[in-house]
Nanobody, 122 residues
Framework: QVQLVESGGGLVQAGGSLRLSCAASGLTFSMYAMGWFRQAPGKEREFVAAIRRSIGSTSYAASVKGRFTISRDNAKNTVYLQMNSLKPEDTAVYYC???????????????WGQGTQVTVSS
């Protein structure tokens, strides 16, 4: 059974940083593109960042570009999201996803984690 388990969420002040982790099991990690999505209360789940399996190229939503960095460690079956200069608008549940295609949209994900809460206070 495929499992994606996020961790590292929490409460931070605006301008602070958090590092999210997603540990994957039940799949050949290096063969999957990985991504991060987020969902705020009353809003649809949206794309945040993605990293490809081939050469590790990355993509970011315009709202987080320059502030967030996605990376992966295939030896540890883990994908990370380093979040800097956090804003209250970043408050959401953050979800890790895996897919056979580049994960630039929610519809492209094959597997999802349970999510981890990120809250940014003013």
């Amino acid at each position: 059974q495929v499992q994606l388990v996020e961790s590292g969420g929490g409460l931070v002040q605006a301008g602070g940083s958090l590092r999210l982790s997603c540990a994957a099991s039940g799949l050949t990690f290096s063969m999957y593109a990985m991504g991060w999505f987020r969902q705020a209360p009353g809003k649809e789940r949206e794309f945040v960042a993605a990293i490809r399996r081939s050469i590790g190229s990355t993509s970011y939503a315009a709202s987080v570009k320059g502030r967030f960095t996605i990376s992966r460690d295939n030896a540890k079956n883990t994908v990370y999201l380093q979040m800097n200069s956090l804003k209250p608008e970043d408050t959401a549940v953050y979800y890790c996803a895996a897919g056979s295609r580049p994960l630039i949209a929610t519809t492209l994900a094959d597997y999802w984690g349970q999510g981890t809460q990120v809250t940014v206070s003013s």
